[in-house]
């Protein structure tokens, strides 16, 4: 064992970015301890999969774990689940546990992800339900099977994924949006409108802009009966989903020291500070790729992110992350799949196929380069794409290309 080798890691975060980082620290060949600490009880699981095969029930709970329990073991690691992480103290390196533990590491790795955000008072009411955790999944999944009006309120990609398992099981569905179409601020106006389109042809009610915001959940007896909105008007359900966005799961950290605004503030190479990372959608930091700061909420990401950090703790290097990010979502049959970066983007292009025609490849562009590709069935274009953006192509060159 070299002097810098760590004796022990400490992984918060017991999911995809958790996981991801443990197993690439044991196949680096590193062996010293290693705990992993996860606020849920759950061994780590996979999230993509709550708001597509699992809510439809086509998935179980056994389908979407990552591993088997055995897998944890075999890689030696102890598990601290189901007692989340509620302090940190970064000059005596001690993560503090809200049963009062403390466990000193020599390396850190932060990936507690993100929390559902909800309207004020929601979480008291029956009726009412958000989606991130495993247990959110099973929840709603029952109360889709036993209630007939759905009122989801939320327009981004959870929204319109719960809306399409919702209306696809019979329920009668109303999606509210604050934008002008479902997804529009990511994926643009026109590929929105016609997303939007797809979703009311399978019976779901849109309603968008500041008119439809929600003024109160309305209730009796504790129990949700419909929604208030801004324009006077209520909308009656026996179920509200509320996926209104999410927050990274920092509270915790406020008096680390660590930099915390929109999740842990990373250098371009993950790290957060000395014998410090954070991995997947907690952290935000400097993609030298595309010259922006980012925190992306996707698995990929997660995984790809824990890789990079174990790499460096391993090593004891340092390089810049350079992801590509990936995501993709299933709308009703059609699966979009996106490789870069489409938020903030200037102009977006469609130059293959359409949606009506449910293959298509949109081209997004930031300034004067190529930033993102979305597209459906398409998946051999979206790769060539992907490889002008690995390149930094600009907009006018890459559309150019042959």
């Keep these: 064992m070299s002097l810098g080798t760590p ?4 992984v918060v975060g017991g999911s995809a970015a958790g996981l991801s980082t443990a197993e ?60 989340p992480a509620g302090g940190l103290d970064l000059k ?45 999944a099973i929840a709603l999944r029952a109360a889709l099977h036993a209630h007939s009006r759905v009122v ?42 016609q997303l939007a389109q797809l979703h009311r042809a399978r019976g779901v ?6 008119d439809y915001a929600v003024a109160s959940i309305l209730h009796d007896g504790g129990k949700a009966t419909g929604v208030g909105l801004k324009n006077g008007t209520s909308i009656d359900a026996d179920l509200v989903v509320i996926a209104i966005g999410s927050t990274p799961a920092v509270e915790w950290l406020r008096t680390s ?37 980012m925190r992306v909420e996707h698995r990929t990401n997660a995984v790809d992110q824990g890789i990079h950090v174990a790499e ?32 903030n983007h200037d102009e977006v292009r469609l130059v293959e196929g359409s949606l009506e025609e449910g293959k298509f490849v949109a081209l997004f562009r930031r300034n004067r380069r190529l930033t993102g590709v979305l597209g459906a069935r398409s998946l051999k274009s979206l790769r060539k794409w992907r490889q002008y953006i690995s390149e930094e192509a600009h907009w006018e060159d890459a559309i150019g290309a042959p």
Excluded at 262 to 270: I, K, L, N, Q, R
């Design 205 to 210: 009610r849109i309603r968008t802009g500041a």
């Design 312 to 343: 460096q703790i391993v090593s004891g290097t340092s390089s810049d992350y350079r992801p590509i990010p990936y995501f993709w979502s299933d709308q009703y049959d059609l699966k979009l799949q996106s490789f870069g970066w489409l938020r």
């Design 257 to 293: 020291g660590l930099e915390i605004k929109d999740g842990v503030e990373c250098a371009p190479d993950s790290s957060a500070a000395p014998s410090v990372y954070a991995a997947g959608d907690v952290a935000r930091w400097h993609n030298t790729l595309f010259g922006v700061s």
């Design 7 to 10: 004796e022990r890691i400490v």
């Design 152 to 193: 989801v309120i939320g327009g981004g990609f959870m929204g319109t994924e719960i809306s399409a398992v919702a209306v696809s099981s019979g329920a009668d569905v109303t999606l509210l949006s604050g934008a002008g179409a479902p997804l529009e601020p990511i994926v643009g106006a026109e590929i929105a409108t």
């Design 24 to 83: 690439a620290l044991r196949r680096g060949g590193y062996t010293n301890k290693l705990t992993i600490i996860g606020a849920e009880k759950h061994h780590p699981y996979d999230r993509p999969p709550l708001s597509k095969q699992f809510l439809t029930g086509e998935w179980d709970t056994d389908k979407v774990m990552l591993r088997p329990e055995a897998h944890l073991v075999d890689l030696d690691v102890e598990t601290r689940l189901g007692v």
């Design 92 to 136: 005596s390196k001690l993560v503090v546990l809200t049963d009062g533990t403390e466990l000193g590491y020599d390396r850190l790795v932060l990936a507690t992800g993100v929390e559902p955000k909800n309207l004020p008072g929601a979480d008291q009411l029956q009726g009412v339900l958000t989606l991130r955790s495993l247990d959110d």
